[in-house]
């Protein structure tokens, strides 16, 4: 994905980065689902369960910021050729991908590893019993869809993935061009990030238990959303400071407030 050919034209370089996001994802799929089936199975006691799945993408998404914010630092300096911002480098792309590739390799390696004393706990499937079929999975689908929370679940999960993306997508372009930031000044950002999830992992069981799932997750949801959407209509506006010092201090709150949200 970050190491396309060279001499590319721009559509075979379009070509090149949705084929290989598609696998990429697929990739993650493969590994995600059966992670989470494994998440779930290791209680079936419906706070210890949100106890697992905050303690596993909190710490999933402090590793994976905080692995992206070193290799920043390391693999994307301001040199003479690039001293506004070291992400423009192309140099430094394919050294991110082979650091990327061997941290979730052996991260995935040590999880495989440490969970495997928990495999004979697991629920298994009976051995009798009958196999499903197509049929029956699509029956099933029409019973789920037929659930008005379940349905609430999925288009919000849709629209929430939706939105995640399409800030990922713009990011980068909104740092260096909009807020005209450094590469180090965007790998700080992942401080207050992490430490924002901290804080999700430790009083997300209290308000799931105080206000219940679904309330919580809709409140945090807008929470972050606003908040981004707000300052860059405030830059837009003119009503963001001119000292770029201040311009940082409340993008790094609005990373806190996200990771906290998140």
């Known amino acids: 994905l970050l190491s396309p050919p060279a001499g590319l034209s721009s559509l075979e370089l379009a070509l090149w980065f949705g084929v290989f996001s598609i696998l990429l994802r697929q990739a993650l799929t493969l590994y995600n689902e059966p992670h989470l089936a494994l998440g779930a199975g290791l209680t079936s006691d419906y706070t210890a369960r949100t106890s697992v799945f905050t303690s596993s993408i909190g710490l999933s998404f402090i590793g994976s910021f905080g692995v992206v914010g070193l290799l920043t630092g390391l693999l994307f300096p301001e040199t003479?050729?690039?001293?506004?911002?070291?992400?423009?480098?192309?140099?430094?792309?394919?050294?991110?991908?082979?650091?990327?590739?061997?941290?979730?390799?052996?991260?995935?390696?040590?999880?495989?590893?440490?969970?495997r004393d928990r495999i004979p706990h697991l629920p298994s499937a009976s051995l009798t019993a009958p196999r499903v079929s197509v049929r029956q999975i699509l029956a099933a689908v029409r019973i789920a869809w037929a659930n008005p929370s379940f349905r609430a679940l999925s288009w919000g999960t849709f629209f929430f993935v939706i939105s995640i993306s399409i800030r990922e997508i713009f990011s980068p372009f909104l740092?260096?061009?909009?807020?005209?930031?450094?590469?180090?000044?965007?790998?700080?950002?992942?401080?207050?990030?992490g430490v924002g999830f901290l804080i999700a992992v430790s009083t997300t069981s209290m308000f799931h238990t105080r206000f219940d799932k679904k309330p919580t997750r809709i409140a945090t949801s807008f929470l972050p959303a606003g908040?981004?959407?707000?300052?860059?209509?405030?830059?837009?506006?003119?009503?963001?400071?001119?000292?770029?010092?201040?311009?940082?201090?409340?993008?790094?709150?609005?990373?806190?407030?996200?990771?906290?949200?998140?």
Not at 103 to 112: E, K, T
Not at 179 to 193: A, D, N, R, V
């Open 80 to 115: 003479p050729e690039y001293p506004n911002n070291g992400l423009l480098n192309p140099a430094g792309y394919p050294w991110l991908a082979f650091w990327g590739a061997l941290i979730m390799l052996l991260s995935v390696g040590y999880s495989a590893w440490g969970t």
């Open 175 to 193: 740092g260096i061009y909009f807020w005209e930031l450094t590469s180090k000044q965007l790998g700080g950002f992942l401080i207050p990030t």
């Open 227 to 262: 908040i981004s959407g707000l300052l860059v209509v405030l830059q837009l506006v003119g009503w963001m400071p001119e000292n770029q010092r201040w311009v940082v201090v409340a993008l790094g709150a609005s990373y806190l407030i996200a990771g906290a949200a998140g």
